[in-house]
């Protein structure tokens, strides 16, 4: 009985927040649809300028608790690294200059960052590993 | 398949930094945080490039 009443509340608490969850996401989209081209543009660079750089510190100190993989990081994640950095700094460049669209920022540059975050997840950095 | 510790840990730590650049991020379009300027996001970028550069270059092993 007093576990149903919590299964209840719990399920209560959880619609609750899963409604304010929605409602703010529908801000945030509402909200975008306002931004200028540029400014989506230098959001969706600057995210995905975040992103590679903390997976790259993260993999950085993975790499130092897991020196076997050094091999693979040196040959072939850095190199990753390597171009996705410089695929997101021309795709600015060309972004800066007002030739391309927030979307294809996003298409230029994802699969490049996809492929260093699927390096990492060979090595075990991140689960859903080869082991 | 064994998980090991490490790997959780780095998964966990890796969602979570993640849904903090996404929190950040959603600042940013709700006008709460500033929009970096190209100028700045350029430098960013280079910055990130000379660290990628300085990680390679410890690995390199010195000319005999």
Known sequence: ?131 | MIITAAEIIATVKFLLTTAKNLWETGRKILGKDAIPEWDTILGDIQKSQAAVEEEKKKYETPPE
């Open chain 1, 1 to 131: 009985m007093r576990n149903k009443l919590l299964v209840k509340k719990l399920l209560i608490i959880l619609t609750v927040a899963l409604m304010l969850f929605l409602v703010s996401c529908a801000n945030v989209q509402e909200k975008w649809n306002t931004l200028t081209p540029d400014e989506q543009a230098r959001i969706v660079v600057d995210g995905i300028r975040v992103q590679l750089d903390t997976t790259f510190s993260q993999g950085k100190d993975y790499i130092a608790a897991n020196p076997q993989y050094k091999d693979v990081w040196v040959k072939s994640i850095l190199p990753g690294f390597e171009t996705a950095y410089a695929v997101l700094y021309n795709t600015a460049l060309l972004a800066s200059s007002g030739n391309i669209s927030p979307a294809e920022v996003y298409a230029r540059v994802q699969p490049s960052v996809d492929s260093v975050i699927g390096l990492l997840v060979q090595i075990g950095m991140l689960k859903g590993g080869i082991k």
